[in-house]
């Protein structure tokens, strides 16, 4: 008598941007059309009145969308069910008003640049979902 055999099935999962550009429905794109102005705004307010040249306001400008965007991330894709939301998985959407303090300290250009390569950092976290508390 042969022990019985065990095979290992794999699902095909798709991750990253495969799976967001595959589950993005119409109110995704309402998310970024509302949040990105309204991004945009509260960091030109948090970075204050003696910031405001045109460098500032590129960086804001590219900051904006990639904060929107991970905001964005945490409504559910198509197919997903309603998820819960573990506390390491928020840790990434703190994100986005903590630049908003970053950006508040107002110490120069260089925060501006290091809080968009924060949003950025926090961007591929949420899209390639590797989990903050690892």
Not at 19 to 44: D, I, K, N, S
Not at 51 to 73: K, R
Not at 120 to 129: D, M
Request: charged residues 5%; hydrophobic residues 50%.
């Amino acid at each position: 008598m042969t022990p019985p055999t065990v095979r290992t099935i794999t699902l095909p999962r798709r991750s990253g941007l495969a799976a967001l550009r595959e589950g993005w429905l119409p109110r995704h794109t309402v998310a970024m059309v509302v949040l990105t102005p309204v991004v945009f705004v509260g960091y030109l307010a948090a970075l204050g009145a003696g910031f405001d040249g045109p460098l500032w306001v590129v960086l804001i400008g590219a900051m904006a969308p990639v904060a929107a965007l991970i905001l964005t991330t945490y409504l559910p894709l198509r197919g997903a069910g309603p998820a819960t939301v573990s506390s390491c998985m928020a840790l990434t959407g703190l994100l986005v008003p903590g630049v908003g303090i970053l950006l508040s300290q107002g110490s120069g250009i260089l925060s501006g640049v290091l809080a968009l390569v924060i949003l950025g950092i926090g961007l591929w976290q949420r899209v390639s979902g590797t989990p903050a508390c690892g």
